[in-house]
Structures are given as C-alpha cells and as structure tokens.
C-alpha cells in the first residue's frame, strides 16, 4: 500500500493518540481494579458499573456530554490548568481526554478479571515473607497475571485506533491535531474517494485481524498453563 502524506500523517496521529490513551488508562486502571477486585459493596458495582458505561452508550451519546463538559473550563480552570494541564475541545488533548474514558472498560475487564482470578495464597505468603504493597504487587501479583496486562494494554491500543463517533463530537476534522484515521476514512467517503477509502479500510482489517490472532494466541497459551499446572 502506498499512502499520501495526508494519510501518513493520519496515520501517525492515530498511533500517537492510542499509544498515550493505552499508557494512560493502564496506569490508573490498575489501582481501580486493585480496589473493585477486593471490594464487595454496593459503591464498588456502582463504580463497577459507570466504567462500563461506554460498551453500552453509542458514542455519538458519549461524545455529547464529554463535548459539553469539556465546553464549561471551570474544573479545568480551577484544578488542572495550574499544573500545566489544559484539555479544549477540538484539540489533541481533548482527543485523549475522551478517547480514556471510551477506552476505560477495555482496560478494566481483563486486568480485574486477572485480579479476581489470582490465587491469593501467593499473596498470603509473601505478606508473612514481609513484602509490602509494591513489592507484593510487582513480585507477586504483575507476574501471574501480565497477560491480563498485556491483553488489556493491546484492546485500548486497538479500540483506540477505531474510534469514530467520540472522535468526531470531541475532535471534529483538523489535520495533524484530530484527525484520525476514522476520520479520514469518512472524509473520503463524504467526497465518494472509494478507493482510497477502501486502502485505509484495508489497512485496519489487517490491523484489526492480527492483533485478534495475537489475543487469541495468547489466550490459548494461558489456557495450556492452566490445565498443565492442575
């Protein structure tokens, strides 16, 4: 495939903005997963329930309200702007902004799930070998259960890449700060550019099959350990 500069500059973009919404999302969706994983109350499937939100909203919903929320700046003015933080509309940040919180229940799923899985008699020995939180969490419990890691870093990185209707409420169509590929995708149908529309559809399906190929892979793997250490 041969693409022009404009599609290449989609396509980087594209790259950039799941490459920062997956290293996101994973960094904070690990201490809230830590919590949901031990807590069995009420406010943990209410918690439980809002992340997952975005699997059931149609995104042109979502990207309403984040468009209004991000519209009134007086949390952004008051508590983010003063460290630097300034997340507009029709922005790159704002892509971001939005793109974590469509993204979230792809990173919290697999990693609660490993969370949940995990046999907590390697953490009661390490507590009476006297590790702590850290070192309990990065000895004991990133090695059992990376898999769940890596799968829910891959799902963020790739459903952030096929964002549409989030992308085009918060972001609109400006190149080289939104716009995505999805974007330009559209934008070549809009002018009837099938064949280019095609080559970049192409392009995702090929991007899209691989990384389902890999997951499941890896899923099959994770499964033969299972039964062998039974």
Request: aromatic share 14%; net charge neutral.
């Amino acid at each position: 495939m041969i693409f022009t500069s404009e599609e290449i500059q989609s396509i980087l973009l594209t790259f950039k903005l799941s490459f920062v919404v997956t290293i996101i999302l994973i960094f904070f969706s690990t201490p809230l997963c830590i919590w949901l994983a031990k807590s069995r109350g009420y406010l943990s499937k209410i918690v439980n329930s809002i992340v997952t939100l975005p699997l059931i909203l149609p995104p042109t919903v979502l990207g309403f309200y984040l468009l209004i929320f991000l519209s009134d700046n007086y949390f952004f003015d008051n508590f983010l702007s003063p460290l630097g933080i300034n997340i507009q509309p029709f922005s790159f940040s704002g892509l971001v902004f939005a793109s974590v919180i469509y993204s979230l229940p792809f990173a919290v799923q697999p990693i609660l799930n490993g969370l949940q899985n995990l046999d907590q008699r390697y953490i009661e020995i390490a507590k009476i070998n006297g590790l702590n939180k850290m070192d309990r969490f990065i000895n004991v419990v990133l090695p059992l259960t990376y898999k769940n890691f890596l799968t829910a870093a891959i799902l963020c990185f790739t459903h952030t890449i096929g964002e549409f209707g989030v992308i085009l409420m918060i972001g609109g169509n400006i190149p080289g700060e939104t716009k995505v590929l999805s974007i330009q995708i559209y934008e070549y149908v809009e002018i009837l550019n099938y064949s280019s529309a095609n080559k970049l559809g192409l392009f995702l399906i090929g991007l899209a099959f691989f990384t389902l190929f890999f997951l499941y892979c890896l899923q099959t793997n994770k499964i033969k350990n299972h039964l062998n250490n039974a």
